[in-house]
T-cell receptor, first 112, second 112 residues
Framework: GAVVSQHPSWVICKSGTSVKIECRSLDFQATTMFWYRQFPKQSLMLMATSNEGSKATYEQGVEKDKFLINHASLTLSTLTVTSAHPEDSSFYIC????????FGPGTRLTVL | KNEVEQSPQNLTAQEGEFITINCSYSVGISALHWLQQHPGGGIVSLFMLSSGKKKHGRLIATINIQEKHSSLHITASHPRDSAVYICAVPSLYGGATNKLIFGTGTLLAVQP
């Protein structure tokens, strides 16, 4: 139980395009999901907290207009990286809360 | 804000050895997470504990709330245990819905 999936697992895109990453809780409902970013050899850094039916809460320094988060249902949150640039290349991980946080497998984004 | 320190940062062991990874934090918490991240990047939640000890297979996690310290032990280590082990705690005292603060991780390499 408590499985979280992400799609896609990896994506390569051109600079200036937008990329959508999906995070799904497969066997439970999650009112709260979290989006993290991890650069090579660094710790996970929280980007935003996604709450079903309301606006996401962004961490300081994270541009809400660049990283759009939608949590339209209790099992799905999406992160859209708009107008992606090479510096957005990173590993993006989501987690869903159910008596603790359960993590997705991550999405590796490479922006050329 | 909670601060998390892990030690050691890097650990190389021979197959079969008993391994201990330590985690200290600065602010009282309700629960602590131990996570495993394999080279591909995906994160697996190993334990969430708030007191005492938990055991799963060859993995044992202990926590001392008074001393603000937790340890992760691996018995009879195997090369497939090679991964980064991460300790995470809520950023502030409170429930599991709090965002997590992550330690820098311990890179474990188990040699055959």
């Amino acid at each position: 139980g408590a499985v979280v999936s992400q799609h896609p697992s990896w994506v390569i895109c051109k600079s200036g395009t937008s990329v959508k990453i999906e995070c799904r809780s497969l066997d439970f409902q999650a009112t709260t999901m979290f989006w993290y970013r991890q650069f090579p050899k660094q710790s996970l850094m929280l980007m935003a907290t996604s709450n079903e039916g309301s606006k996401a809460t962004y961490e300081q320094g994270v541009e809400k207009d660049k990283f759009l988060i939608n949590h339209a249902s209790l099992t799905l949150s999406t992160l859209t990286v708009t107008s992606a640039h090479p510096e957005d290349s990173s590993f993006y991980i989501c987690s869903a809360h159910l008596s603790g946080q359960f993590f997705g497998p991550g999405t590796r984004l490479t922006v050329l | 804000k909670n601060e998390v320190e892990q030690s050691p940062q890097n650990l190389t062991a021979q197959e079969g050895e008993f391994i201990t990874i330590n985690c200290s934090y600065s602010v009282g918490i309700s629960a602590l997470h131990w996570l495993q991240q394999h080279p591909g990047g995906g994160i697996v939640s190993l334990f969430m504990l708030s007191s005492g000890k938990k055991k799963h297979g060859r993995l044992i996690a202990t926590i001392n709330i008074q001393e603000k310290h937790s340890s992760l032990h691996i018995t009879a280590s195997h090369p497939r245990d090679s991964a980064v082990y991460i300790c995470a705690v809520p950023s502030l005292y409170g429930g599991a819905t709090n965002k997590l603060i992550f330690g820098t991780g311990t890179l474990l390499a188990v040699q055959p």
